[in-house]
């Protein structure tokens, strides 16, 4: 579904992204995990049009889209879940949902994808009518989730999704990605809690410094002994 191929991305003379290549596979749930300052966000970032890449090549399904403004990547079908949620915070929980759905021109569908947000996340159906700023954090990253699906995304970009939640929270919201995955929604995570990401994932990409400098399913990257030291604590 989405491949990119010798990526790479400078913020003036840094260098923050260097020869990415990665394939994602449709209906497939794959994480990128690495400590902070790696260059994560920004590969999402630059996948989603936000930033665009100094060289390299972005297909998504066969079509060529870096160079693309964002808002015509999100109408391909690519859903960016932002890190910090990034909420129009004097809206409601629905107006919110209502923006997410902004590029659906079929009510049917519209309603059919609100019913299914609510299901995934009943504390929103409770909360509709409540003002996004005054949600919890770990609502407002339902709710930023939520927003992210209501595009009807063939491929859903989730950045940090467990960002200062607390454990409890944490293990809700990674239950809802993983009936994301299983509804058929190609999914990239980026998370700094590599232990979560590796617990859902099918393939975890580990990114340092701006490169790829390691990957593999989570059975292959537990045996590595650095990996086991720096991110997992073991």
């Known amino acids: ?32 995990i690495g400590p ?3 260059g994560k966000s920004t590969l999402l970032r ?4 936000l930033e665009e890449p100094d060289r390299g090549k972005i ?18 079908g690519i859903s960016h879940c932002p890190e910090r949620r990034k909420l129009f915070y004097d809206m409601s929980v629905s ?7 902004y590029v659906l021109k079929d009510r049917s569908k519209f309603r059919k994808l609100r019913k299914n947000v609510f299901e995934i996340f009943p504390r929103l159906r409770e909360r509709k009518n409540q003002r996004a700023g005054t949600l ?5 990253q339902m709710l930023a989730i939520a927003r992210s699906l ?19 929270i944490k293990t809700i919201i990674f239950e809802a990605i993983k009936k994301i995955k299983q509804e058929g929604t190609t999914t990239l995570l980026v998370e700094q809690d590599a232990a979560l990401a590796m617990n859902i994932a099918e393939y975890i990409h580990v990114l340092e410094e701006g490169k790829i400098e390691m990957r593999g399913t989570k059975e292959e990257l537990e045996k590595e002994p650095r990996i086991k030291q720096v ?4």
């Open 136 to 140: 919890s954090g770990g609502e407002q």
């Open 231 to 234: 991110y997992l604590g073991i």
């Open 59 to 76: 297909e998504f399904r066969g079509e060529r889209i870096d160079g693309l403004k964002a808002h015509k990547i999100a109408r391909k």
């Open 46 to 49: 630059v996948i989603s049009g």
């Open 36 to 38: 902070n300052g790696a």
């Open 95 to 101: 107006e919110n949902l209502d923006m997410g759905a």
């Open 150 to 168: 209501m595009a009807n995304p063939q491929l859903l970009l989730m950045d940090e999704p467990s960002l200062g939640l607390a454990p409890k």
């Open 1 to 32: 579904m989405l491949d990119l191929k010798k990526i790479y991305h400078y913020y003036g003379k840094a260098r923050a992204l260097e020869e990415i290549n990665l394939s994602l596979k449709e209906k497939s749930l794959e994480a990128v």
